[in-house]
């Protein structure tokens, strides 16, 4: 049976240009820093409490965070050595202030003793979601959505499908693509995890067309390994593909219900960095204290490194040769949802996917002149202007009737507005003041 399919492109969103500078360029480990800044959350919902205190000696993988709220994830220490104090940070998934532990490094990065099952393949189901837990598992696609709770469907939804992401639709962003590459077999063997736990009918794994090298890898792991009721599916690169409801839209010809998830048409979609870490956590037993972080633009050695959370983004930088005199924003991800940072000593978390360096040219904002490009475009089949213009008004009653909600923020309405209005940014700031006025209810 062949386990490659093609399908076609997304009618919606837009063609950026690629400006994968990194996609040649094998993972590295990033030098261990002298001190790492750990928020207290890396994820959407609760925050964790401190486990340790100013003056602990801890290990590294050691649990120093946790909730007992179902929807959390623990935190790890991710160097060996004295926690040394406590800060404030923004949880990027929120955008809250979090409280952060400091630990200074003892130079031994020496680990707590592993609990490696003798056999992973003997684990029940909800062995295997308490070790996904345990570890500290999210999403690491962006979202970081606790893993462990995306594996649990509540009672009476049935998954029938599980999509794993290998579309890493941004502009410069290429560590799901090295992964891949790097780490396959690690990454189908957390895919299998995934199966056994969700039992679904068909596993797709999508990978846009143009990564005809990860395609190849994976085809010939799968078939060397045994799992070919594993499909590839081939896909046009158009940004945002890798969101997961355009996936399922192209993958399925499924469309997920406003304000619905993905469960509500049977379906589960996981990023590939994740599927690698469930097979760290439940074949090895590591927690997640470390990711592939791509450094690039405006650097003079981009480069993919696999770089410990809470490294201060300043020594990445500084590892790839130092900023280009022409650049002057530094942004958390890719340039079209990525978030602009104005601290080079931000820690990298859970969530940070890339470092991009670029050069920001102010550009003036105009008038909207009503040429319905963001709405023909726009892959939730929304009216970004509208929304734009409710935001700006203040009308954010009107955002919510406007389905605001199902907005992912994508940002290829304002990547496409020829009056250079930033309309993710209204809608953002619309978000954030329904979000304020549910609380305060």
């Not at 029938?160 to 799901?176: A, F, Q």
């Not at 063997?189 to 596993?203: A, D, E, H, N, W």
């Not at 990547?415 to 209204?426: K, L, R, T």
Request: one cysteine or more; aromatic letters at 4%; proline letters at 7%.
């Amino acid at each position: 049976m062949d386990i490659r399919l093609k399908k076609k492109s997304t009618p919606y969103g837009v063609k950026v240009p690629e400006s994968k500078l990194t996609e040649k360029s094998p993972i590295e480990p990033a030098p261990l820093p002298e001190k790492v800044v750990i928020p207290l959350q890396q994820n959407i919902g609760a925050p964790c409490q401190a486990l340790v205190k100013r003056g602990d000696k801890v290990l590294t993988g050691q649990k120093i965070g946790d909730s007992e709220k179902f929807v959390s994830s623990p935190i790890h220490a991710t160097l060996s050595g004295e926690v040394s104090g406590t800060t404030m940070v923004v949880n990027p998934p929120t955008g809250a202030l979090v409280e952060a532990l400091v630990i200074t490094s003892d130079g031994q990065d020496k680990w707590i003793e592993l609990e490696v099952p003798k056999n992973p393949e003997a684990l029940s189901v909800k062995e295997i979601l308490e070790r996904i837990r345990e570890a500290g598992l999210v999403g690491m696609g962006g979202a970081a959505f606790p893993t462990h709770v995306k594996l649990s469907p509540p009672k009476g939804k049935e998954i029938d499908t599980v999509i794993l992401n290998g579309c890493e639709c941004e502009p410069y962003v290429t560590s799901d693509h090295r992964i891949m590459l790097e780490y396959g077999e690690q990454v189908l063997s957390g895919l299998s995890i995934i199966r056994k736990v969700l039992s679904p009918q068909t596993v797709y794994i999508a990978i846009e067309d143009y990564k005809k090298d990860a395609i190849d890898h994976l085809e010939e792991l799968i078939t060397n390994l045994g799992f070919e009721d594993f499909r590839i599916v081939s896909l046009k690169s158009k940004y945002p593909m890798g969101a997961e409801k355009t996936l399922i839209d192209m993958i399925l010809g499924s469309e997920v219900p406003i304000g619905g998830l993905p469960l509500d048409v049977g379906a589960v979609v996981h990023n590939v960095s994740t599927a690698k870490a469930i097979h760290d956590a439940v074949v090895d037993g590591k927690p997640l204290i470390e990711r592939v972080v791509t450094v690039t633009g405006a650097v003079k050695n981009p480069k993919n490194l696999l770089t410990r959370f809470g490294t201060p983004i300043r020594s990445l930088i500084e590892y790839c040769g130092g900023i280009d005199d022409r650049a002057n924003k530094i942004i958390l991800g890719g340039p079209m949802m990525g978030i602009a940072q104005f601290d080079l000593d931000f820690p990298v978390v859970k969530g940070t996917n890339s470092v991009l360096v670029v050069e920001d040219k102010a550009i003036r904002e105009q008038d909207c002149i009503s040429c319905g490009k963001c709405i023909e475009i726009c892959p939730m089949r929304l009216m970004p202007t509208l929304l734009a213009r409710y935001a700006k008004a203040g009308r954010y009653d009107d955002c919510k009737e406007a389905y605001i909600d199902d907005c992912f923020e994508c940002g290829a309405c304002t990547y496409i507005c020829p009056a250079n209005i930033p309309i993710v940014q209204y809608i953002k700031v619309a978000k954030k003041e329904l979000a304020k006025r549910a609380a305060s209810k």
